[in-house]
């Protein structure tokens, strides 16, 4: 039975490969039409449970920005600006976006604001919502198989099947996504310095929000997320490589006017 449980995993792994925009290998076997179908219904869904900000200069700040950054990509994009304190913002498959006002207060500049909507972009474009309920599936497939095989009737054996999860979730699933974290801040600096937002500004940004989280972020073990120190130090040393990148489109006239 382990035999099948191996080779049906092996085959999964085979037929699911895929790369994403910075060369990594991904795990990705969801029809991408399926997910952005899930990614519209949820949009349309947080659009008639969460209020939307009547603030009008917010709203234009937004879109002037999310247009500067999806023009270097193309696609249809939509872009709404949430009322929640939260420092939030997100893109969902389907190409949209949600800003809530609270980031939108936090921040300084346009440029700041770029570097959260071009790392939000970053994750529509390398497809991770689809590589994680990728992922998750083919991890449930095994725990169950597992849990069929050794059919546990103990205690002990109840235990160690509640393990194997614990240790899927920990072991494979979250140092994954904190994978795609830095991934989508890489393609997000790429984009919004392509874009003739300066990227030096992405340190300020999140210099800032590690000092509103004010050590309330969890250990970057059992997070989603790297930690604040982690992230500005990978942004640092990629720096150098998009700067040519922003030099250009300043010298070709991509210089964005957005104010909020």
């Not at 249809?76 to 009322?83: I, P």
């Not at 500049?109 to 998750?136: C, P, T």
């Not at 990629?238 to 957005?258: E, F, M, N, R, W």
Request: aromatic share 6%; glycine share 8%; hydrophobic share 40%.
């Amino acid at each position: 039975m382990l035999n099948k449980i191996i080779i049906t995993l092996f085959c999964c792994s085979l037929i699911a490969c895929a790369t994403s925009p910075t060369g990594r290998s991904q795990f990705i076997y969801m029809p991408d039409s399926q997910v952005n179908q899930m990614g519209l219904q949820a949009f349309d869904n947080l659009k008639k449970q969460k209020p939307i900000s009547k603030n009008l200069q917010y709203t234009k700040f937004v879109n002037c920005i999310v247009e500067a950054i999806t023009y270097e990509i193309g696609g249809n994009w939509e872009a709404v600006v949430f009322k929640d304190d939260t420092l939030n913002a997100f893109a969902l498959p389907g190409n949209k976006i949600g800003v809530h006002t609270g980031l939108i207060r936090l921040v300084d500049n346009q440029d700041q604001l770029a570097a959260v909507i071009g790392h939000e972009v970053g994750h529509v474009l390398a497809r991770h919502s689809n590589e994680r309920m990728s992922q998750k599936t083919a991890v449930n497939l095994g725990v169950s198989l597992v849990s069929a095989a050794s059919a546990p009737t103990s205690a002990l054996g109840q235990l160690a099947v509640s393990a194997l999860g614990i240790g899927a979730q920990y072991g494979i699933i979250l140092p994954f996504s904190r994978t795609q974290e830095s991934e989508a801040d890489i393609i997000g600096l790429e984009l919004m310095a392509k874009a003739g937002f300066d990227p030096r500004q992405s340190i300020v940004l999140w210099q800032k929000m590690a000092q509103a989280s004010k050590g309330g972020q969890p250990a970057e073990f059992m997070s989603t997320h790297p930690s604040h120190a982690t992230r500005i130090k990978e942004l640092s040393e990629y720096l150098p490589k998009v700067i040519p990148y922003y030099q250009d489109a300043q010298s070709i006239g991509k210089t964005p006017h957005c104010s909020k």
